[in-house]
């Protein structure tokens, strides 16, 4: 079964609305012999903030050891967003397994009438997953109240309930203390692990009424409480640290089960008390389940990065984004807005029908100006409706903008440097506009049929679309990821120009569409000028396509614009020229492909271990690389090869902090290849401009760190640093999966205070990627010019070349060999061990790609030719 055909008979499931109960999930589980039993799970229920607790639980688990299985709804992009295992979500793979084993049961199910739905059907495949990955917990966001839940299928060795406020009434009930009886039903049933809350006053005494074993959590101790009404775990909200974190200190040692004598004191990724609160149910929870050191807890906290929750994007203007999708959240929301300081504060908001938007509207902060909009849904409010009750708010900017994107870009468009701009009302307006900062074509290398077939499937286009569009694909080929009216719109348009446009099978207004599109230039440029007039967002995919595809803006005056099909303005440095131009800059990779040479004083990496571990070796080897045409030293005092121990923060300073002092002169930039932020400022401070993390931010502190230090930040995608060789990952398409992964990385890092400029994104070959995959990742390096980074390839010696039949210690050529292949694909670094040849390499790719302009680079530069 195709992804495409398993997926869209989940959602075929949606048409079942909303029932009580777990036996459906049961019968389910039951067909596939009851994979649940085999799975610790942690239930997490509440009106809000249990989806932000949930994420906090697994992150802190993560950071513990522990392989942990994640499962929360709604998603944002992708259905498959609901169900993570160590942060990857379920592979499309998997997804059609699952189906195609129930498939059979579900539609004798359906025959008798008594079909599962798709949330239902959803945390069935969620435990099914989990059991197969054999996961040590798996933390599950309950989806309404708590004892019908489909999760509480589930007999859980922990839970909790994170707040309780009027919702579904007509399911839970029309009271709070109604709705928290029902809530605390997933209280386990084991007297050890007791239920942990947040709640108080009448829903605290009705959660006891269900669940007599209780661990609560709260702010702060008042000395005139009664010490029988304080709670068990304390929590104090310490106040934002920065637009992207705040502080919290969480007082464990009154947990009736485990308690702690050291406060945790931490930093965390979120804003907000509320969020103070969710972090102290995690902690609570963490410590009931197993022995978490304080500095787990600490850096599961700030780790826990949670889209859409509170999440600030930018600070000139200030750009948030929240789910607040019910009253409470919304209060909780403007608390939180509130310890910002801005001018005015512009508000997009999209709303579900089936909320109390009316008291939404009147808990949302007082907007100066107000977009209100219909996320792409049939559940969702019409925008003449919220815009009629903020103007009864008093709020004179009032307008409609159907598209969700189109409000946020106008807002953003309307705004000064020192406003704020807001999107709130529910997750799927969050979701729109949150492709502002995710979604852009991919332009893809296209050369045969056998590229264009596989381009095709990749987009789960249907295999009568494959035959019929592959050979109109070997053209200029973009890879987008739209909504369904988008997508329908676009290819109406481009088949009426003349191009091609295939869509994925899977086309739901609930998921992105996946469209493919062929054409020429020109007929992209006139597509763009058609997008530029249309509604749904449809002129930011537009000016997606234009900076994808280098066609430039007419009215900016740039006489570089591509003027005809053989022209694409994209210049010397390859076909997509979506990476920042930093031409005439410092950067040494400013005006062509710049070589990296690593120098590894360490006893033990797996190339040139023991070569250069004293000090005077080391330098001599980065005056060597120097003299023979590397620009840039990357030092580095750890091993990341399989098997590595990790050494500690003083050792591996002792190491690389004498020989970046000796040659911080040198005509190079310096990098500092560590994973640990303490490594990285003893560096910086000695004279290296560039962190190189390995481990793509697993050090919460290391964005902040080179954002303080205006230094270059690059990031590489990777499962373990050192690798695990046992630990294997499965990705549908390894280009698209590392791509999805860099760009959430990347973001990360812009939010610490990053120019997208100074962050440079490396694939990660030689970290848990099969051998065939690394060079697929070689091969299709220009995709990732989507990212709008600088990118570096690190391939040099490595073990990916015994898939060619080069053995350790015999693999130079094969690496001079990907270097041209790398320099041709849109590389902006190699790095390597053997420079000499690695330049010649460079030089060469250069020569021969772009004749001309080599010529004169030579000429400027002083060469002789």
């Known amino acids: 079964m195709k992804y495409h055909e398993a997926a869209d008979r989940l959602y075929d499931l949606g048409r079942f609305g909303i029932r009580p109960g777990t036996a459906s999930t049961a019968d389910v589980l039951a067909h596939l012999d009851g994979p649940h039993e085999s799975v610790d799970a942690i239930q997490l229920a509440g009106s809000n903030g249990k989806g932000s607790t949930a994420r906090m639980l697994e992150s802190i688990l993560r950071a513990a050891g522990y392989t942990v299985g994640l499962y929360t709804s709604p998603h944002l992009e992708d259905m498959r967003e609901r169900i993570r295992v160590d942060g990857r979500p379920i592979p499309k793979a998997a997804v059609s397994e699952f189906v195609a084993a129930c498939d059979e049961y579900l539609t004798e199910r359906g025959a008798d009438g008594a079909s599962p739905t798709f949330f239902e059907t959803t945390t069935a495949m969620a435990l099914w997953h989990f059991a197969r990955e054999d996961v040590d917990y798996a933390v599950m966001e309950v989806g309404i109240g708590g004892k019908e839940d489909a999760t509480s299928v589930v007999d859980p060795v922990a839970s909790a309930v994170t707040s309780v406020a009027l919702e579904h009434t007509t399911v839970l009930g029309d009271s709070v203390p109604e709705i928290a009886r029902d809530m605390a039903h997933v209280a386990p049933p084991a007297e050890e692990n007791r239920l942990v809350t947040a709640t108080d006053g009448e829903a605290l005494d009705a959660i006891r009424e269900v669940a007599t074993d209780v661990v609560t959590v709260g702010d702060g101790v008042d000395p005139s409480t009664d010490p029988d009404d304080r709670p068990d775990v304390h929590v104090t909200y310490e106040g934002r640290v920065s637009h992207a974190e705040s502080a919290v200190t969480i007082d464990l040692s009154g947990h009736p089960t485990r308690p702690h004598a050291d406060a945790v004191e931490s930093r965390m990724a979120a804003i907000g008390a509320h969020q103070a609160e969710n972090a102290g149910v995690a902690v609570a929870l963490a410590r009931q389940l197993a022995d978490v050191s304080v500095e787990e807890l600490r850096t599961g906290l700030r780790r826990a990065h949670w889209p859409g929750r509170f999440e600030v994007m930018d600070d000139a203007p200030l750009v948030v984004l929240d789910g607040a999708h019910n009253p409470a959240g919304c209060e909780r929301f403007a608390d939180a807005l509130s310890t910002f300081a801005y001018d005015d504060l512009h508000l997009v908001v999209g709303v579900m029908h ?50 969700v994107r189109d409000g946020f870009e106008h807002a953003l468009a309307q705004a000064e440097p020192g406003d704020a701009v807001v999107v709130a009302g529910s997750l799927y307006a969050i979701a729109e506009a949150r492709t502002h900062y995710t979604l852009s074509g991919v332009q893809t290398r296209v050369r045969d049929l056998t590229d264009a077939r596989e381009t095709l499937e990749r987009a789960n286009v249907t295999d009568k679309g494959v035959w019929r569009m592959r050979g109109k694909a070997v053209h200029r080929t973009v890879h987008l990821r739209l909504q369904e009216r988008q997508a329908a719109y676009l290819k109406q348009e481009l088949l009426s120009l003349g191009g091609e446009c295939a869509l994925s099978g899977l086309q739901r207004e609930e998921q992105l569409v996946e469209a493919v599109c062929m054409g020429t230039l020109a007929q992209y440029r006139r597509l763009i000028e058609k997008l530029d007039a249309q509604p749904y967002g449809l002129a930011a995919v537009g000016e997606d396509l234009r900076g994808t595809l280098g066609i430039a803006d007419p009215t900016d005056g740039d006489t570089g614009a591509a003027r005809d099909e053989g022209d694409s303005g994209a210049g010397p440095r390859g076909p997509n020229p979506r990476g920042p131009d930093v031409t005439g800059t410092e950067y040494p990779w400013g005006e062509a492909p710049a070589v990296m040479g690593i120098v590894n004083v360490t006893p033990d990496s797996f190339h040139d271990g023991g070569e250069y571990d004293d000090v005077d070796a080391a330098v001599a080897r980065a005056e060597s690389m120097v003299d023979a045409g590397a620009s840039l030293i990357d030092v580095g005092g750890e091993s990341t090869r399989p098997g590595a121990e990790p050494i500690p923060v003083a050792d591996e300073i002792d190491r690389v902090v004498p020989v970046i002092e ?32 390995v481990s793509g931010l697993s050090d919460p502190e290391m964005r902040f760190v080179a954002a303080e230090h205006d230094a270059t930040l690059i990031v590489m995608h990777s499962l373990d640093a050192p690798v695990d060789s046992d630990r294997e990952a499965t990705y549908d398409d390894v280009v698209g999966d590392v791509l999805a992964d860099l760009s959430e990385t990347v973001l990360l890092a812009e939010r610490a205070g990053l120019d997208r400029e100074r962050i440079v994104v490396d694939p990660g070959l030689g970290f848990g990627k099969s051998k065939p995959e690394e060079f697929e990742l070689l091969d299709r390096i220009g995709e990732f010019r989507t990212l709008g980074c600088p990118i570096l390839i690190g391939h040099s010696q490595k073990s990916m070349y015994d898939w060619v039949g080069q053995d350790a210690g015999e693999r130079l050529e094969s690496t001079v060999a990907a270097t041209v292949l790398a320099v041709d694909r849109g590389a902006d670094i190699v790095r390597v061990h053997d420079v000499p040849e690695n330049v010649a390499a460079v030089e060469t790719a250069l020569a021969t790609r772009d004749p001309a302009g080599y010529a004169t680079r030579r000429q400027n530069r002083g060469d002789s030719t």
């Open 354 to 403: 089936d909320k109390d938007y009316g008291e939404m509207v009147a808990a949302l902060p007082t907007p100066d100006a107000v977009v209100a909009c219909r996320p792409t849904t049939d559940r969702s409010v019409d925008p003449a409706v919220l815009a009629r009750l903020f103007e009864r708010e008093g709020v004179d900017d009032v307008r409609t903008i159907s598209a």
């Open 662 to 693: 000796r040659i911080r002169e040198l005509d190079a930039a310096i990098s500092i290849d560590t994973r640990k932020a303490a490594v990285a400022e003893a560096a910086l401070d000695a004279g290296a401009d560039i962190v190189n993390d």
